[in-house]
Structure formats: C-alpha cells, structure tokens
C-alpha cells in the first residue's frame, strides 16, 4: 500500500494505525466510551493484545469483536486513505490533530481528512442556522463568513442547506479557508445538494468525518457532528434559529465545551430568529456588525 507523503511519519507516530480502525469499528461504543479505554489501555493496539483477565470488565460483545475484529473494514479504510493525496488520517495521538477539539470532554478518536488536514489547526469559527432560511439570513450568513476569513478565520459549519451552506459559499468566495464536518463517511456520496459545496470545500479547505469512509448519512450522526464544529473553534455565531432548531445543539456543545456564543438579532414578529432572541436574553454575545466578534475575541483589525 503507498501512504500519502504527508502521513508516512504520522504511521509512526500513531503507532500502529490499523489498531485505531478496528477500534472505531468496534459495535456500540460511544466517543466517551472510546476515549475510557483508550486512557486506561494507552493505546488501542495495547487493548487488542491485552490479556484476557484485562478485558474482565469489558462486555461479552466487545471482548468478543478484540478477539475477532472487522479486519475487512480496516482495509478498506486504509485503501480510501491510500487513494488520494488529499485523503488523510489524524489520531487523537498526532502531532496535527486539532488542540482544542482535543480538549472537550468527548474528542473524535480519529479523524478522516479530505483536503488540507494542517487547517484543523486554524483559528476557527462555527456559524449555524436554521435550514429553512431567510434570503436575508443567507445573504448576512455569506457576508459575515466573507469579512470573517479576511480577518484570519477559517469558517466551520456542517455543510447543511440554508445558514450552514451559505456560511461555507461565503468563506469560498473570500479566503477559500472553510472546513465542513461531514454527518457521513467521506467515501459515501453526499446528499446531492452538498456534492458541488463538498467538491469545491475540499480544493481549498477540508471536508472531515468521524465516520469511517463507507458510513451513511444516518439522523443520529449528525447531533455528534454538532459537537466537532463547536469543538473545532473559538466560538460559535448563530443566524436565523428559531426556538426550536438542531442548530441549538451546536450552541449546547460550545457552551458546555466553554466556548464563545455569539448570535445575531432579529424583528420580534420573526420567527426565525427567536431563538437567536432568547439566546442574546440568555447571555450570548449581540453582534451587529464583524467587529463584535472581534472585540469579544481579543482580535483586532490590522491597520
């Protein structure tokens, strides 16, 4: 198998990382629970060739996929790694994966990267939305996306139509930095309306996924997504939520992960925007303009 050149040394330094494919495979394991055995094993390859009288408080469904794991789905892991230059893989042990995405309580064990995989690292800002958005919310969401990647931030989002695409389409047409976490497999072919914004992310940004490659889109991926985008960045700006919105998940993980919460306000006759409303009522930051982000953030405009 060739290994992309960018992650000949990261085989080393991940120590074996067959070991973190089968163990993300591994059925009914939570991020949570992941991480637990990873810091009492050390490393997974240390958990798969541990003695039995280890695995004693293991349940009988996993000490029984250590003794037989999906060697076949690593494969074809590792064939989607080897199959592109821009196809990479970070560990929560590699010397490039994200600092502060580390930092939450639940991190992503690994990371499937298609695109530049050293823009994890930028200093980034979430912005999400409601779906079923406003033009204006959509034409403001592009704006600020636009002005925000020329004062260095790269734009996270999650790749959804209305707030979230419109996000992403707005760094592309400034910087290009923007980084797109995928509720889905990067080797799955993405709903169709995300093909044209995921190929065009993936030239100069980063398209990421948690999921193995083959992974289907499935409505429980993306609420662990939500904790990603949040977890990535310095904070979080929220356009066009209404009361009740998956966008407020995202908002939850950032609050919970100490994290900024930023939020632009609307008409009190639009329901679109209530939940924006109770947010800045709850404490969030009110931002009118890109300099309130920047202020809050102890980031200032360069002469």
């Not at 004062?151 to 959804?160: D, E, N, Q, V, Y």
Request: charged share 20%; hydrophobic share 40%.
């Amino acid at each position: 198998m060739k290994l992309n050149e960018f992650d000949v040394q990261a085989t080393e330094k991940n120590l074996n990382i067959e070991y973190w494919l089968a163990l993300i495979h591994a059925p009914h394991l939570s991020p949570i629970n992941l991480n637990r055995l990873l810091h009492y094993f050390g490393t997974p390859r240390n958990l798969f060739e541990a003695d039995s009288w280890e695995w004693r408080n293991l349940t009988d469904e996993l000490r029984g996929y250590l003794r037989n794991p999906d060697w076949l789905a690593v494969e074809k892991d590792m064939q989607w790694w080897a199959a592109n230059p821009i196809h990479h893989l970070l560990t929560l042990h590699h010397a490039n994966y994200p600092r502060l995405l580390r930092e939450i309580y639940d991190p992503p064990l690994l990371l499937f990267v298609r695109g530049d995989c050293t823009m994890l690292s930028n200093q980034q800002l979430a912005m999400v939305g409601t779906r079923c958005s406003s033009d204006e919310g959509k034409e403001t969401a592009r704006r600020f996306a636009e002005v925000l990647s020329y004062h260095g931030f790269t734009i996270t989002s999650g790749m959804a139509s209305g707030i979230e695409s419109a996000s992403h389409w707005g760094a592309l047409n400034g910087t290009g930095q923007t980084i797109a976490v995928a509720g889905w497999g990067l080797a799955t072919q993405s709903p169709s309306q995300y093909n044209a914004l995921a190929h065009k992310i993936a030239e100069t940004g980063a398209l990421i996924s948690e999921f193995p490659p083959n992974t289907p889109a499935k409505r429980e991926n993306f609420l662990r997504r939500s904790r990603i985008v949040s977890g990535l960045s310095l904070g979080t700006l929220v356009i066009d939520v209404p009361k009740y919105s998956h966008a407020l998940d995202t908002v939850r993980f950032a609050l919970e992960q100490g994290r900024e919460v930023f939020a632009i306000p609307g008409s009190i006759h639009n329901p679109l925007v209530k939940g924006c409303n109770q947010l800045i009522k709850d404490g969030a930051k009110l931002v009118e303009s890109v300099n309130d982000i920047l202020e809050e953030l102890q980031i200032y405009i360069k002469k």
